[in-house]
C-alpha cells in the first residue's frame, strides 16, 4: 500500500539577500530528517518586506512583484514564518475584512486545499475591531494575529508560487 502525504517546500527569501528553506509533510513536527527537491513539490515562496507601508501599498507591492500578500494555510506554517522572521515588529499578512467576514487578499478559491482559506490564528481577545476600523490584519511578535488600522506603516510579507502537491511516499 502507499501512504499519502501533502508534503511542502517553503522558500523564505529576505530582502537582504538571506534566504532559508524548510520543508516537511503536513502534520508532523520533525523536519530534520526531510529533503525538499523543488521540481517534487512547487515551493511556497515568501518575502519579508522591511520597508513600513499601509496595508494596501504593501498588498499593490506584492502583487506588482510576486502573487500577493502572504496566505498562511496551516498552524506549521505560522511557526515556522514566525521562526523563520524572529519577529521584533508586527507584519502585515493577507487576511483583511471583506463586507462581513475575513478573507485572503488572494482571491482565487481554486488556490486553497480543504480549509485552507478558513485558517486563523487570531491572539486573544481579537478582532477586536477597536473603534470599527480596523480591518487588516497584522502578525504579532508572538505569531498570533490581531486586526489594526490599514493606514498604519508596517513591513509586510509577500507571497510567490502554488501550494504543494500532494505524492505517494
Known amino acids: 500500500l502507499l501512504a499519502m502525504a501533502l508534503l511542502y517546500c517553503a522558500l523564505f527569501r529576505f530582502t537582504d539577500g538571506n534566504t532559508k528553506i524548510f520543508s516537511g509533510t503536513a502534520g508532523t513536527q520533525d523536519t530534520s530528517s526531510r529533503l525538499c527537491f523543488l521540481p517534487s513539490c512547487f515551493p511556497h515562496l515568501y518575502y519579508y518586506i522591511t520597508t513600513g507601508l499601509t496595508w494596501k501599498a504593501a498588498q499593490d507591492y506584492c502583487r506588482?512583484?510576486?502573487t500577493d500578500l502572504a496566505t498562511i494555510h496551516t498552524e506549521q506554517e505560522q511557526t515556522k514564518l514566525n521562526q523563520l522572521l524572529q519577529s521584533q515588529l508586527y507584519v502585515w499578512i493577507g487576511l483583511h475584512?471583506?463586507?462581513?467576514?475575513?478573507?485572503?487578499?488572494?482571491?482565487?478559491?481554486?488556490?486553497?486545499?480543504?480549509?485552507?482559506?478558513g485558517f486563523r490564528m487570531w491572539?486573544?481577545?481579537?478582532?477586536?475591531?477597536?473603534?470599527?476600523?480596523?480591518?487588516?490584519?497584522?502578525?504579532?511578535?508572538?505569531?498570533?494575529?490581531?486586526?489594526g488600522l490599514c493606514t498604519w506603516e508596517l513591513p509586510f510579507i509577500c507571497y510567490s508560487g502554488k501550494k504543494g502537491h500532494t505524492v505517494a511516499i
Open 123 to 147: 491572539a486573544p481577545f481579537e478582532p477586536n475591531d477597536d473603534g470599527n476600523y480596523q480591518v487588516c490584519v497584522l502578525m504579532t511578535t508572538a505569531g498570533e494575529w490581531a486586526d
Open 97 to 117: 475584512a471583506d463586507t462581513d467576514a475575513w478573507s485572503w487578499s488572494l482571491e482565487n478559491q481554486d488556490y486553497y486545499g480543504l480549509g485552507e482559506a
Open 64 to 66: 506588482s512583484k510576486y
